[in-house]
């Protein structure tokens, strides 16, 4: 039987959300219920309220999750009711091109569910990367769903977007290694992960950039090494002076905007390497010299989910949360009800929060 929950949908562009009545089917061949635990609020979910994204309004909003497994469909092994998952908007097909080239982490035709939740007058919601999560209980495809070790799902569950983004961009993409310098444009939750990410894999040199003091004290405790106030200096000249004059190895971008990107074009060294992991609107425009391109080398790199395999990956950051070493509880600046959606999206634009995580009423 379809069963009828409470979540939280974007109805029409700019309009603030709202909790609604979610009919969720039961899963079909290949498909799970998950029944979620805890979600965290990134900023994705606010570019697809203000139509950023797409137009196929409304959307089921939430994608950063961790919960139970609780029914699935016919001829699904990966999982089983009961399983702890974090949820992932990467289900390799393992058949398309990139697949087949051995790499499933460039995937173009991931998996979600064949069937699609809706309100209960029958209008179909589009949900956010394919999860939906600010909903208590959620249909994706089983693939969507990657078993973990028992742990908190509202520090988890981050894994699920912003901060396995973030640590991708600098260790999966970025190929950050020991020795490296590195700067980070923008220090959300995203650009954070990408602080730690680096620390963990061995950089020497970790430039904090934000025009938010706050938000550079924070990176600080993520492993940053310096940090540089875009208000009140040039980024550029900063990055340079604390790379003896050169650059930094790798530059990650994680505000998506044309004057940050300009930024990391110009504060990597010869030959080193911009990743883009920021998601700009569809009106941004770069201009560069293409002389500048072709004349400083390197590679000029965009960065999608941290290009992560989320089998490959969630079990590995679990564990390195569960042993320590990466502290994804600070993350989490707060725990809020799921009709707290909209005032943690205020939050966010205020930039008072890393993370907002609903926690879903029985999983406090
Ligand atoms: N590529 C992916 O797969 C992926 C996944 C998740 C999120 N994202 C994107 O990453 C970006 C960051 O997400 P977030 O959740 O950390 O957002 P956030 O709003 O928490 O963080 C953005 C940070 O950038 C800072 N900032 C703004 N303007 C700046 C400037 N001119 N110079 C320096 N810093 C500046 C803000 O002060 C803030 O700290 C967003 O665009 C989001 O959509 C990408
Ligand atoms: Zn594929
Ligand atoms: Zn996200």
Request: charged letters at 20%; hydrophobic letters at 45%; aromatic letters at 6%.
């Amino acid at each position: 039987m379809p069963q009828t929950v409470q979540g939280v949908i974007a109805r029409s562009k700019g309009a603030p959300v709202e909790l609604v009545d979610v009919v969720v089917p039961d899963p079909g061949p290949g498909e799970a219920v998950v029944q979620v635990q805890a979600c965290g609020v990134c900023h994705t979910d606010l570019h697809y309220r203000e139509g950023g994204i797409n137009d196929e309004f409304p959307f089921l909003l939430g994608h950063e999750a961790a919960g139970v497994v609780e029914a699935v469909g016919e001829g699904v092994t990966e999982v089983a009711p009961g399983d702890f998952v974090i949820l992932n908007w990467r289900a390799v097909c393992g058949e398309c091109r990139a697949c087949a080239k051995g790499e499933p982490q460039y995937c173009f035709a991931t998996h979600n569910a064949t069937q699609r939740m809706a309100l209960t007058d029958g209008t179909e919601l589009s949900p956010a990367l394919g999860i939906g999560a600010f909903v208590e209980k959620t249909l994706v495809a089983a693939g969507q769903c990657t078993k973990v070790e028992d742990a908190d799902p509202a520090a988890v569950g981050l894994l699920g977007c912003g901060v396995m983004a973030g640590f991708g961009a600098a260790v999966n993409t970025g190929g950050v290694t020991r020795g490296d310098s590195v700067a980070v444009i923008g220090c959300g939750g995203v650009g954070d992960a990408a602080i730690a990410g680096a620390r963990i894999a061995g950089a020497t040199t970790i430039v904090a950039v934000d025009v938010d003091a706050r938000k550079l004290e924070t990176a600080k405790a993520f492993g940053a090494t310096h940090t540089v106030d875009a208000s009140a200096e040039d980024p550029v000249e900063a990055i340079r002076a604390l790379t003896g004059g050169f650059g930094a190895d790798v530059v990650v971008e994680a505000v998506g905007r044309p004057e940050t990107y300009e930024q990391a074009f110009y504060a990597r060294d010869l030959a080193g390497t911009v990743v883009l992991v920021g998601v700009p609107t569809p009106e941004k425009q770069v201009t560069l010299p293409m002389i500048d391109i072709f004349g400083r080398g390197g590679a000029l790199k965009s960065s999608w989910y941290g290009d992560c395999l989320p089998s490959r990956d969630f079990p590995m950051l679990v564990d390195l949360y569960r042993q320590g070493r990466f502290d994804l509880d600070a993350f989490v600046t707060e725990r809020i009800g799921i009709g707290d959606v909209e005032a943690a999206f205020d939050k966010m634009h205020a930039g008072d929060v890393l993370r907002s995580v609903v926690v879903m009423e029985g999983a406090r």
